[in-house]
Nanobody, 124 residues
């Protein structure tokens, strides 16, 4: 059974930066696309950033474009999310997800492995 474990979430002031990391075991990120989602209290889970299986396509939610960077390292079996210029509205639990398909899925439907989530809190 594949497992994803996220780390790096914490309390940070607005304008600060964080780097989230996701390590996979039992599978590798090069078997499908990888992505980060987030869920804020009282809100539905939303797509944040994704990278295709071959790494040739990357996509971001409009709300994080220009501030967040997703990257993958197949040798280390990790998927990272660098978050810069954080805003209070970025406060959420962030989840790493690994897909069974090669393309980036914005809905979350095709992701077969999910991490337990890491809390990011941005204070104003």
């Amino acid at each position: 059974q594949a497992q994803l474990v996220e780390s790096g979430g914490k309390l940070v002031q607005a304008g600060g930066s964080l780097r989230l990391s996701c390590v996979a075991s039992g599978r590798t990120f090069d078997t499908g696309a990888g992505a980060w989602f987030r869920q804020a209290p009282g809100k539905e889970r939303e797509f944040v950033a994704g990278i295709s299986k071959n790494g040739d396509k990357i996509a971001y939610a409009d709300s994080v474009t220009g501030r967040f960077i997703i990257s993958g390292d197949n040798a280390k079996n990790t998927l990272d999310l660098q978050m810069n210029n954080l805003k209070p509205e970025d406060t959420a639990v962030y989840y790493c997800a690994a897909s069974s398909v090669s393309f980036i899925d914005y809905s979350g439907t095709f992701y077969t492995s999910w991490g337990q989530g890491t809390q990011v809190t941005v204070s104003s």
